[in-house]
């Protein structure tokens, strides 16, 4: 029983390895690409050692040679601003309305709750023509709060935050009130600290949600000035920025464009994790 218990378990790893090699291998051919010349990615698309190896996909990428043509460092203030403005206005409206939808007492909630879950269930390519017509009649068309209102609010938290304040004892904040809090001092002070697992949960989708935003994008804004990296990098990859393959700039640009989603998630993981096993005991 022991040898058969080490053979199955050593078959388990095997696989994980198999898996593991399955989805670093990608990420790793783009490492070697980044720094690779354009003549030898094109030669040696898919080979890991770079010959020879060159860091001038980067210097290019952030202007330090005289024929860059990539803005990175626009690109990446552009979706900086995008990306903390609507994950901390999302945190805020999200919770204020789910707290709203849980606990409040008003006529038509449950409808309201029902619109939100309907939208919920609407595609985002469907909207992306009204919100066009609606940015143009405003006349915030081409500015960055064509970028960042229409994402400020998302359905998907207000149900997560609803459903996590459903959970929270009424007795908890009975006794707030007893103490004379008012309804936002009670959410604010006594249950918004308790929802810490559901914060962090929305804190990362609404992160690289935003961060990772395409097709809203495309019908915000046109203005290169306005470009964020998701925008930047497809006018980067379809030819729209400089002649020639630039296999090793574009793969540098996309690589660097992955890093603040990774350092938010590895920041948040324990927590999330963390908030997920509270989640499962409670269920």
Do not use: C
Request: charged share 15%.
């Amino acid at each position: 029983m022991t040898r058969q218990s080490t053979l199955k378990r050593a078959a388990f790893y095997l696989v994980l390895v198999l898996f593991a090699l399955v989805y670093l291998g990608p990420f790793a051919i783009q490492i070697a690409t980044s720094v690779k010349t354009d003549a030898d990615a094109a030669g040696n698309p898919l080979g890991l050692v770079p010959d020879p190896a060159t860091f001038d996909a980067y210097r290019r990428m952030f202007g330090l040679t005289d024929d860059s043509p990539v803005p990175f460092m626009r690109w990446f203030g552009n979706s900086t601003f995008v990306a903390v403005t609507v994950t901390l206005g999302r945190v805020f409206f999200d919770s204020l309305a789910g707290y709203a939808l849980s606990r409040l007492q008003f006529s038509g909630r449950r409808y309201v709750f029902l619109a939100v879950l309907a939208v919920m269930s609407v595609p985002g390519v469907v909207l992306l023509i009204p919100k066009f017509l609606v940015l143009n009649y405003f006349g915030m068309y081409d500015s960055y709060s064509a970028m960042v209102l229409p994402l400020i609010i998302d359905a998907t938290g207000v149900f997560i935050m609803k459903q996590f304040f459903d959970s929270v004892p009424v007795s908890i904040e009975e006794a707030a009130r007893i103490d004379g809090a008012s309804v936002f001092r009670t959410f604010w002070s006594v249950v918004l600290p308790m929802a810490r697992p559901a914060l962090v949960t929305l804190t990362i989708l609404s992160f690289q949600g935003s961060w990772n935003e395409f097709t809203h994008m495309l019908v915000a804004t046109e203005d290169p000035a306005y470009q964020t990296l998701t925008t930047g990098m497809a006018s980067l990859f379809t030819g729209g920025l400089g002649s020639g393959t630039q296999y090793p700039l574009k793969l540098a640009v996309a690589l660097v464009a992955t890093i603040p989603v990774a350092i938010v998630f590895f920041a948040f993981q324990r927590y999330f994790v963390r908030g997920a096993n509270e989640g499962g005991v409670k269920g």
